[in-house]
């Protein structure tokens, strides 16, 4: 089941969170204040996120952030139990019925190829690229599209 999210389901979506990104390609290991904190900090609005449940528990999830006229994906994720099934790519195709008439952004790795090819697939274009400069670690290129 497919529904958009509340600030009720933050337990729910910290879980996901921490299953999606457990073995992405740059470590990303926050504690609850700190997801909370990023997630505050860019604008997270749970009415226009999406989350996927089963069971009821969250597999899947896109926190979409709003400035304005302007959405940014701040994080889509799938548990590795659930990848591979479709599932990113309807809560995207839910988020752009949520969030239009908004531009609608978001940052992408390189090497996550999956991704990129998704998003692609989606319609989104690159518009330019960053680098992702941590210290002890390799550096990655991150692609802002829209």
């Known amino acids: 089941m497919i529904r958009t999210l509340t600030h009720d389901d933050f337990e729910s979506l910290f879980a996901a969170f921490t299953a999606a990104f457990s073995d992405y ?17 860019r604008g997270w609005v749970p009415e226009l996120s ?12 896109t926190v979409n952030c709003v400035d304005g006229d302007r959405a940014y994906d701040s994080g889509t994720g799938v548990v590795p139990t659930h990848r591979r099934s479709g599932l990113a790519r309807r809560l995207m195709e839910t988020s752009f019925e949520l969030l239009r008439p908004r531009e609608y952004v978001l940052e992408v790795i390189d090497a996550n190829e999956r ?13 330019r690229a960053l680098q992702c400069w941590g210290f002890g670690s390799q550096s990655h290129k991150v692609s802002e599209s829209q």
């Open 25 to 41: 390609v740059v470590p990303l290991v926050l504690t609850r204040e700190q997801l909370m904190e990023m997630f505050t900090r």
């Open 50 to 61: 999406v989350g996927a449940f089963d069971g009821g528990a969250m597999v899947a999830f």
């Open 115 to 127: 991704a990129r090819a998704l998003y692609r697939d989606l319609g989104f274009r690159e518009t």
